[in-house]
């Protein structure tokens, strides 16, 4: 933040996320409807109404839930770094939490069709999160120490490696047991541990990552804000200079023999 001297561009991206969430998905009024997948079928009225009633179900849950946050630093993302995953799990609480990476910390990888297929992370997590996420008999014996010891061993930070990939054979080890399309893996990052933090299965993709141009098979999406940050760093260098001269005219530097010096 300190590189920033003028916020012009902060400001432009703000209005152009804002731009891409409320036309793709407002918060205040819908922005997705049910209908069949056949254009020719016709419904009769239990049909309709069941259309309606999910519909309303899923606005419901939507809004009941941290979605529009999340998707608002999705847009955010995308207009900045041109890529923006955001990870969609099961909640007990909101029914669906949102998750967003930060850049950096994640890794995308693709198929032959150009779709991502993988999302793969390294991020830290404490000792408190762990154990809540987790659960505390699947964390290594030094975060379990730590948990016992409770205080500031809570706060306590540790590298989570975190893999979500299409459920294939990995090495002869086989594929994760049941009719699951896609795994997901959680492990301790450095430590010696029989077993991962977690492994389960979806039938469906748990993440979404939208990107904003793409070329060929990359995995990551160029964006506008790459487009015009030459610019932005010239506006930054003009801005300097400017208040360096606005700061000799209101207050120049004094010349003056060394016999006035006391």
């Known amino acids: 933040n300190t590189a920033i001297a003028d916020p012009t561009a902060t400001y432009a991206v703000r209005v152009c996320s804002s731009g891409l969430m409320s036309g ?5 009024r819908p922005w997705f409807k049910l209908i069949p997948g056949l254009k020719r079928l016709e419904l009769d009225a239990a049909a309709r109404q069941w259309l309606d009633d999910t519909e309303d179900r899923m606005y419901t849950v939507i809004a009941g839930s941290n979605f529009y946050n999340s998707f608002a630093v999705e847009c955010e993302d995308i207009t900045v770094f041109g890529t923006g995953p955001n990870i969609i799990y099961e909640d007990e609480r909101d029914l669906i939490r949102c998750y967003n990476p930060a850049v950096g910390e994640y890794y995308l990888s693709t198929d032959a069709t150009g779709r991502v ?16 996420f987790f659960g505390v008999e699947n964390c290594p014996g030094d975060v379990r ?6 205080g500031n061993s809570l706060e306590v930070e540790r590298m989570v490696a975190h893999a979500i990939e299409p459920n294939f054979d990995v090495n002869g080890s086989g594929k994760l047991p049941g009719n699951f399309t896609w795994r997901e893996v959680y492990w301790a990052y450095g430590a010696n541990s029989a077993i991962p933090l977690s492994q389960r299965g979806f039938v469906d993709q748990p993440f979404t990552a939208a990107r904003w141009s793409t070329q060929s098979n990359d995995a990551y999406g160029r964006s506008v804000g790459m487009d015009v940050l030459p610019d932005v760093m010239q506006l930054q ?25 006391n």
């Open 24 to 28: 793709l998905a407002s918060p205040s």
């Open 117 to 132: 297929d993988g999302l793969f992370r390294l991020f830290v997590m404490t000792v408190n999160q762990m154990v809540s």
């Open 145 to 150: 120490e730590l948990w016992s010891e409770k």
């Open 237 to 261: 260098v003009m801005t300097r200079r400017m208040a360096e001269a606005i700061e000799k005219q209101v207050r120049p530097p004094l010349i003056g023999s060394m016999e006035l010096k």
